[in-house]
């Protein structure tokens, strides 16, 4: 729950500049927990090379784009993502590719995200499949220029030399502080979205305040406890801050919950889990949120389903207005129907409001009518003793 230690500015140019001090910032980014988008071949590598091996060993020979896609849709891969990762080995680009290739080249991909990655390129220099031909650059004609530049971009990004023909080292070195760079800008640009989203809080709380609240304060921890379906002594690691470590739950499938009891009080605005794509079977698919005022009479709010290559956080719920004593979040499914699963880390974000301790009119009027009462039933008593 506690957000990255920064100085109130963004990092200055020895950050970004300094080798040893980008190493150390980006070091610092990694430890945190901050969320890392997969590609969706790395996050489903081996998940992809079974079902290539057991499409080649039933006699087939090709595969063709909707069967790509709609094995990895069926892991929650986007669509746009899944036709993104077909392109890469469709060379010839007529949405079938040979079995035999794409597990040839995912094997000696290393694991690696192949879109990016210059160590390790698959592509071999083609025969262009395009017509021969000169093109004007004074026609005036743009559309046709215009056609003929995107084959030739399509066919450049689809037949790409090895890397053993570029000075790969510089290179490499040069794309390594370019990443570095951009997740210590990342971190910085999101702890200013987080600090917003506290003064938004806040704002709205104040905007909302009733005559009779005293104070209104931001706080991340809106929960006084937890509880667990199972393993409740490693609930502890769900808020350590160390997303590391893990609660591991222990029974049958769909049957694992995390239940929090709010603290009075307390409005939640912001719910998150963490989630750790290498966690495989063990990580979380489906997740609903169930709410209500006591444990017999929760009600589910929002179901959300969690994308097979996110390591990090996932929000729950986002600009919410929970008020329910009990929030609950159910574990509907996991990766490949795994039975048990991992949840890495757990951030509440809400504002608590504190009523005014002074008498208000109304507690006013009730006190003086009940001293009033008090004295004319008082004097009653006197007046029938005589």
């Given amino acids: 729950?506690?957000?990255?230690?920064?100085?109130?500015?963004?990092?200055?140019?020895?950050?970004?500049?300094?080798?040893?001090?980008?190493?150390?910032?980006?070091?610092?980014?990694?430890?945190s927990g901050v969320t890392i988008h997969k590609s969706v071949l790395s996050g489903n590598e081996g998940v992809l090379m079974r079902w290539l091996e057991d499409r080649l060993n039933r006699g087939e020979e090709t595969v063709n784009v909707e069967q790509f896609r709609e094995m990895l849709e069926s892991r929650?891969?986007?669509?746009?993502?899944?036709?993104?990762?077909?392109?890469?080995?469709?060379?010839?680009?007529?949405?079938?590719?040979?079995?035999?290739?794409?597990?040839?080249?995912?094997?000696?991909?290393?694991g690696a995200n192949l879109q990016g990655e210059l160590s390790h390129v698959i592509r071999q220099l083609q025969a262009c499949s395009l017509t021969p031909g000169f093109v004007d650059i004074f026609?005036?004609?743009?559309?046709?220029?215009?056609?003929?530049?995107?084959?030739?971009?399509?066919?450049?990004?689809?037949?790409?030399?090895?890397?053993?023909?570029?000075?790969?080292?510089?290179?490499?070195?040069?794309?390594?502080?370019?990443?570095m760079r951009a997740s210590v800008?990342?971190?910085?640009?999101?702890f200013l979205l987080q600090k917003e989203k506290d003064l938004d809080i806040q704002y709205r709380a104040e905007l909302d305040r009733d005559p009779d609240v005293d104070k209104v304060k931001v706080v991340t921890q809106c929960y006084s406890s937890i509880e667990a379906s199972s393993n409740v002594a490693d609930v502890y690691k769900m808020t350590s801050g160390d997303t590391l470590s893990f609660w591991q739950s222990d029974g049958s499938a769909r049957s694992h919950w995390i239940r929090l009891k709010m603290k009075p009080d307390v409005v939640l605005r912001?719910?998150?889990?963490?989630?750790?794509?290498?966690?495989?079977?063990?990580?979380?698919?489906?997740?609903?949120?169930?709410?209500?005022?006591?444990?017999?009479?929760?009600?589910?709010?929002?179901?959300?389903?969690?994308?097979?290559?996110?390591?990090?956080?996932?929000?729950?719920?986002?600009?919410?207005?929970?008020?329910?004593?009990?929030?609950?979040?159910?574990?509907?499914?996991?990766?490949?129907?795994?039975?048990?699963?991992?949840i890495h880390g757990l951030k509440t974000l809400g504002y608590q409001i504190t009523k005014s301790k002074e008498v208000s009119v109304s507690d006013a009027s009730a006190i003086w009518y009940l001293s009033?009462?008090?004295?004319?039933?008082?004097?009653?008593?006197?007046?029938?003793?005589?």
């Fill in 1 to 31: 729950n506690n957000l990255p230690a920064h100085t109130g500015g963004p990092p200055g140019p020895e950050v970004l500049l300094e080798q040893v001090k980008l190493r150390e910032a980006a070091a610092r980014v990694s430890d």
């Fill in 76 to 110: 929650d891969a986007p669509r746009d993502e899944c036709e993104e990762a077909f392109g890469q080995f469709d060379a010839e680009g007529d949405g079938v590719v040979d079995i035999e290739s794409m597990l040839v080249a995912l094997k000696n991909s290393n």
């Fill in 139 to 179: 026609s005036k004609s743009k559309d046709r220029l215009g056609a003929h530049a995107s084959k030739i971009l399509k066919f450049l990004h689809r037949n790409r030399i090895p890397s053993s023909s570029i000075p790969f080292p510089i290179l490499e070195g040069y794309n390594s502080i370019c990443t």
């Fill in 185 to 190: 800008v990342q971190d910085f640009l999101e």
């Fill in 270 to 342: 912001r719910l998150a889990i963490a989630v750790a794509s290498n966690d495989h079977s063990y990580m979380p698919q489906l997740v609903s949120v169930s709410v209500g005022k006591n444990r017999r009479s929760l009600q589910e709010i929002r179901d959300i389903r969690i994308p097979s290559n996110v390591t990090g956080y996932i929000a729950l719920l986002e600009n919410a207005n929970i008020t329910h004593p009990y929030i609950q979040i159910n574990i509907k499914r996991c990766l490949s129907d795994g039975c048990d699963t991992r």
């Fill in 372 to 386: 009033l009462l008090t004295s004319l039933v008082t004097a009653s008593m006197e007046t029938t003793s005589v």
